[in-house]
């Protein structure tokens, strides 16, 4: 249990400051806050004193708080009683206090100005950026040995990994990839009813689905799926120090752990990116032949010949670019990770909006390559 401070009030002018509970510095320094609210709440108070026999452990962080508390209560002209705290601490607490403070001692806390804030968000970006820089670096000379035949990691880790990645994503895929499909013909459908032409509504959701669609919604789901799961999983082995043990033992966590991430996702994302071409096909011909008074034949035959090779390629391309940067964000965010729970969901959750960012600048570039190129 962590530091707790309860207040009781005795015969109305005495007030009883009740310590429990474990204080130390990883549970944050105590505030003289509340006692003050307890003195203007109550102004008849004459005395005050302490309650410490629910006190486990301590350190300096109680000496502290109760040096606040005896300068608040000097302040105020409130006499403090000190018999109800253990031995020790009464000596530290009288020892702090044998020596007045010197004057302009304590450091007026100012709010950092507008171009403090600015250089120290510079230099924080700068310095993620060099950490990223050189995990890159790493992994570079990591796929290297791989194809070298050096790199050393379990193939049963791979295996489960490609299981996680391409088969039990199989449902989440299905279903937003069909939602898709069927936005997008209802969006087709809307303006090409105006001149009859509801028959492009094939070309329309084949050609989206095949070159952009398909592959950025699949791989923005594995961002928030898997990338997340990476950084979760790497974060708790860095807090339970498990990292530092395959380190300690000879092994590179970038081999064993980072690789076969990276080589799952690389091999499943353009799998993936296929089933869910043909399933938000298979979205929008709902439409076009539920809604659109379409044949079954006239929509495969219409999207068939709008779809070329060139579509199919160029989007399963992505997609593997894609499950590149996936787990290389994931398993970035879970190596920075710190040692604590919380930050292993804050890594989780840089990881998600990390990928994401990603995929929409790598399709950005990929929209102006692929127009620069003709494809």
């Known amino acids: 249990m962590m530091n707790q401070l309860s207040f009781e009030r005795i015969d109305n002018d005495i007030l009883l400051i009740r310590l429990s509970g474990s204080w130390h510095l990883r549970g944050g320094l105590g505030s003289s ?36 508390v005896s300068d608040v209560c000097r302040q105020r002209g409130v006499p403090l009683d000190l018999a109800g705290l253990p031995a020790g601490l009464r000596q530290l607490l009288v020892l702090a206090e044998a020596v007045p403070e010197r004057a302009g001692a304590r450091q ?84 090409l009813k105006q001149f009859g032409a509801q028959i492009y509504v094939a070309n329309l959701v084949g050609v989206a689905m095949m070159r952009e669609m398909g592959a950025m919604m699949t791989a923005i789901l594995m961002a928030g799926r898997t990338g997340a799961a990476f950084a979760a999983q790497l974060g708790t082995m860095k807090v339970t120090q498990e990292i530092d043990a395959f380190t300690t033992a000879g092994f590179s966590p970038l081999e064993f752990l980072v690789l076969p991430r990276a080589i799952a996702l690389i091999l499943m994302m353009p799998l993936l990116c296929l089933y869910s071409d043909f399933v938000g096909i ?8 539920g809604m659109l008074d379409l044949s079954w034949t006239t929509y495969v035959q219409q999207t068939m010949h709008a779809v070329r090779l060139t579509d199919t390629v160029g989007g399963v391309f992505k997609s593997a670019v894609y499950g590149v940067l996936i787990a290389l964000a994931g398993c970035l ?35 102006v390559v692929f127009y620069v190129l003709g494809i």
């Open 333 to 367: 965010r879970g190596l920075q990770a710190g040692n604590s729970s919380s930050a292993v969901g804050d890594a989780a959750t840089s990881a998600v909006v990390t990928g994401i960012v990603a995929i929409i600048a790598a399709c950005g570039i990929f929209a």
């Open 33 to 68: 806050g509340a006692f003050e609210r307890e003195l203007q709440a109550f102004p008849a108070v004459r005395r005050a004193g302490f309650d410490a026999q629910k006190l486990t452990d301590w350190d300096s962080s109680i000496l502290t708080f109760l040096a606040r």
């Open 282 to 289: 298979a979205g929008g011909a709902a439409i076009g032949v």
């Open 108 to 191: 007026e806390v100012t709010a950092p100005s507008l171009l403090e804030r600015v250089g120290a968000t510079a230099i924080g970006v700068a310095g993620s950026a060099a950490e990223m820089l050189a995990f890159l670096g790493d992994m570079t000379v990591t796929f290297v040995r791989l194809f070298g035949m050096k790199a050393r990691y379990r193939a049963s880790d791979l295996f489960l990994l490609i299981q996680q990645c391409g088969a039990q994503a199989l449902p989440i895929v299905t279903l937003i990839s069909f939602l898709v499909g069927v936005i997008l013909a209802f969006v087709g459908a809307i303006q």
